[in-house]
């Protein structure tokens, strides 16, 4: 009996977690004079497919291209630099790299929203404006890569030692060693950490809002301020265009949930 109401209470705590998506989804459906009706309906009455209208009205595939340039080329820095930092933060343990772990979790509790004023300023300085999408990868992989750097360290932790020094007994470098027999081993927890970077890089807004100022450059977050105007907001159209937006990232989510969850939960366990 106890299994039996814990399923329930799991189900009903999913129900209530998964009802904004469910409305989105219905929403998109929905006439515009349906939307605001009361009492709310929750099927449409006469179900409307504007998806191909909204991708082609408010050029969607510019947007969403962008969104890939910003996500792909965050994952590759932040996965070139924070492996390499991971594994050293996973292997030296002492009192000055319990400092860096803490200086680099401490990174990541600052907002993007307090630091987009100055790294403008930095970046305008210096000339990177001038090639603002990669400003806006600069700026992001500076945001997640204490993420990637946590995350990847417990994989690198579950890798004995051994392994290493028997490498560098048979006459390997640590490079060498790193490279063919820590990396491979490590593969599973690198890839997982890169693709949870990648989806929370394809839904970057502040950098882009911040340091983007050609409409044909900007992401597909920032895409949504097309459908809000001074006087009223198409409300069909955002919730259409989130649809759009947000479904390959969810089929994604699906079928990589095993290996993300198994990659969270690596090292916590011995």
């Known amino acids: 009996m106890k299994r039996y109401v814990l399923l329930v209470v799991a189900i009903g705590f999913l129900a209530i977690y998964l009802f904004p998506l469910y409305w989105m989804?219905?929403?998109a459906f929905k006439p515009s004079s349906e939307t605001f009706t009361y009492p709310?309906?929750?099927?449409?009455?006469d179900p409307q497919f504007n998806f191909v209208r909204v991708f082609i009205d408010k050029k969607m595939d510019?947007?969403?291209?962008?969104?890939?340039?910003?996500?792909?080329?965050?994952?590759?820095?932040?996965?070139?630099?924070?492996t390499g930092c991971a594994y050293a933060l996973a292997r030296v343990?002492?009192?000055?790299?319990?400092?860096?772990?803490?200086?680099i979790l401490m990174m990541q509790v600052l907002p993007p929203s307090?630091?987009?004023?100055?790294?403008f300023v930095l970046f305008n300085q210096i000339g990177l404006i001038a090639t603002p999408r990669f400003a806006v990868v600069l700026a992001q992989t500076a945001k997640v890569l204490p993420l990637y750097i946590v995350l990847c360290r417990t994989s690198f932790?579950?890798?004995p030692k051994e392994l290493?020094?028997?490498?560098?007994?048979?006459?390997?470098?640590?490079?060498?060693?790193?490279f063919r027999i820590i990396v491979p081993l490590a593969r599973n927890g690198i890839l997982v950490t890169s693709v949870l970077i990648f989806l929370q890089s394809f839904g970057e807004y502040v950098y882009s809002r911040t340091l983007i100022s050609q409409e044909d450059l900007q992401t597909a977050t920032v895409g949504l301020m097309n459908f809000m105007g001074p006087n009223t907001t198409d409300w069909n159209g955002i919730m259409t265009y989130a649809v759009i937006y947000v479904t390959p990232i969810v089929?994604?989510?699906m079928l990589l949930q095993r290996k993300i969850v198994s990659g969270l939960t690596a090292g916590a366990l011995k």
Do not use: H, K
């Open 114 to 119: 307090l630091m987009a004023t100055p790294i």
């Open 25 to 27: 989804y219905l929403t």
């Open 40 to 45: 709310p309906s929750f099927w449409p009455a």
């Open 157 to 159: 932790m579950q890798i």
């Open 251 to 253: 089929i994604v989510f």
């Open 62 to 82: 510019v947007y969403l291209w962008n969104s890939l340039v910003v996500a792909c080329g965050t994952t590759v820095i932040a996965a070139l630099i924070g």
């Open 93 to 103: 343990r002492s009192v000055w790299m319990d400092l860096v772990l803490f200086l």
């Open 164 to 178: 290493e020094e028997a490498a560098r007994v048979d006459g390997a470098s640590r490079i060498v060693a790193f």
